[in-house]
């Protein structure tokens, strides 16, 4: 038997050595946890989409590069007018879609209209509320004009909500998505797997993989052998939990922690007593060990944050230190807030392991200050009708994956019961805005008030564990933006 | 005979209807709104309700009720809020997976448990009827999913012989087979092994209480060979209770086989209606639901019919 095993482990090992031998491999197969509900970007706001079609199938006017940054797509190159209502896009040449049709600015005038449409569902409208009217002035040149200057337009343009699609194939592209990337759509097994394979006519540098496969793989524990038997090439976010030290020491493969655009929060009702209480909430903010979270919900991986912006943020500045870890303060506050002796409320988790086992610290850290919580788990459906829109919860931990998304604090209506109209005004001159120094100022400002004023527990940015082959290059070390880019991503010997 | 199939097929139409009043009325009242779970956190209102009424959900409840009634009898499953395919489609492409896995273990299991279990049954109390059973309980008790992943781990990470998991299709000609059937068989065997486990035993059980039997006797008495005796006349008899769990192992291997699926990341029927009830895709759980009550429907009257052959007082009703 064990002659067998050795001759059949050879006999595996001269057949993978051979073949890579000949020449670099030109296929890829990325694991990813969650299938898509369908594959157009501009009509849902699930994640899994853009994590395949972002950038690989479908381009914008611009795009958000692997640091953050706006880079030129679809669009050569823009320019402001100089009381910020203008926008002049100059449109590349020679692009079309994947069934052969031409790329020209009267695409862009269709996709934008109908993403800002009254019927549309585009999951994020509020991207596009500043457009007042899109205009294709020749075929290669577009101008948005807005109705109040708009600094992020550009930026905005760059998110996969924001792709443009073709008015012969839009209505299809939920199934069959025809954009102008690099890669084409080839076949998606329902529950199995997504194929995009080289486009050939790209207008831009070719793609150096030829054929590409999403495989979905949601049990955690089943990604681990599946990377282990070289079934699967990388996983760009693995939750190996356990697992991942036996990785790490693993030759065969790089292991990557980068960070997410994911702000994990203790989000709080602040519109419900006794959280309406800005001391009742500086004691939640100095009774929080952060270290000890981030040990607990995710492995000791997570940079920790003390207002709802990104870490990895050019405009972040570091804001922890707001309401230092002191429980005897916290306990000080909570009883000239009037209550000596704390007081018991809810604490409602999704499904996600940073919330189930980060609630589990939380609520042994505010129990040292007195706060009994009862810990209620909930799954994503419940989560979704119970806390976030009828807003019947004290307590929850989330994360915010979506990018620059401190705005929400300024929504009305939103679950955080938040209402601060000084917070309100720095986000309006910040729409307003377009210098860089001064949206930076702005930004800064905005993270302070929401540290000072506790509006909810800031914990820690969502890391990203990237796994792969040691023999690629080219993956995203961070997700700046929901996408699994493979337009650089070769393999090298 | 005729009466008899008649008669089981009456009520199992009836079952069918009483379900789906079930089925629909208890989605009905689940929490959670499908439009909101599609577009997520950061959607607006107004693509909210335009996104319901493209779904139809701002209808009323007893029209939505008997519009799916009525579609079904006509074999039209309604589309799915998520996928946006129809549910026909989307059932189709997962019972190509959960059936020929369902079969493959069954047959798996069938060709292990009933050789096992007669000839423990016929060396009763001796050293090789006391290590099969023993073995038959270490089948019982190892929990699938870890035999499943031990099997992983040996025969995709360290041989490199099977795929760790997922299923490429049938694809085309004997290659695309070949792939299909190389996907399904780590998954099958261990769906197999603890329903081996079970039907080994009762397969012995329900034979020494025919071999007990005065015709067993009788038939030694008048000359016919042991092997003859076993299979011709014992087994016959013991087939009832032996049948009885094949139906309700088929039936659990249709859709009850979530966590096998899961750990090789198969697209079956059981993730479907997991996916689908996370995601408040009702139309498709709904779809799936009635699609397997249906399947246990058909599979009880085939053991029924199987019954029937094996017992020939059951055909007339005596």
Redesign the interface.
Known sequence: MKTF?TM??AA?VLL?SGSAALSARTDLVVGVVL?P??LDPTA???AAIDEIVYANVFEGLTRIGPSGEVEPALAESWEVSDDGLTYTFKLREGVTFHDGTTFEAADVKFSLDRARA?????????LFSAIESVEAFDPTTVKITLRHPQGALPYNLGWGDAVIVAPESADAN??KPIGTGPFKFDNW?????VTISKYADYWGEPVALEKAEF?????A??SV??L????VHTFPNLQAGDALPQIEADPRFEVVIGATEGETILATNNGKAPFDNLMVRQAIAHALDRDEIILGASAGNGVPIGSHFSPANAANIDLTDTYPHDVEKAKALLAEAGYPDGFSATLKLPPPPYARQGGEIVASQLREIGIELEIIPV????W???V??NKDYDLTIVS?T?PN?IN?YAREGYYFNYDNPAFDAVMEELGATSDPAKRKELFGTAQRILAEDAVNGFLFQLPKTGVWDAKLEGMWENTPIQANDLTKVRWVE | MTAYLAKRLAVGLATLFVASLVVFSVLEILPGDPARIMLGMNASPEALDALRSQMGLDRPVVLRYLDWLTGMATGDFGRSYTYSSPVVELVAERVAVSLPLAVMALTLSTAIAIPVGIFAAARRGRLSDTLAMGAAQVGVAIPNFWFAMLLVYVFAVGFRLLPAGGFPGWGEGWGGLWQGFKALLLPAVSLALPQAAILARVTRSAMLEVLGEDYIRTARAKGLPRRAVLWRHALRNALIPVLTILGLQFAFLLAGTIIIENVFYLPGLGRLIFQAISQRDLIVVEGVVMLLVASIIVVNLLVDICYAVADPRLRTGR
Do not use: M, Y
């Not at chain 1, 799954?379 to 419940?382: G, P, S």
């Open positions: 095993a059949l482990g595996a993978a299938e509900p369908h849902g706001a699930a009254e019927d549309s569902t585009n999951a994020q409208k509020v939920k199934e097994a329902k529950g199995s797997s495989r979905f793989i949601p049990d524990a089943a052998p599946a282990l038997s070289g079934d799954e994503w459906a419940q979704l009708e119970q976030f829109t915010h979506e998304d929400i």
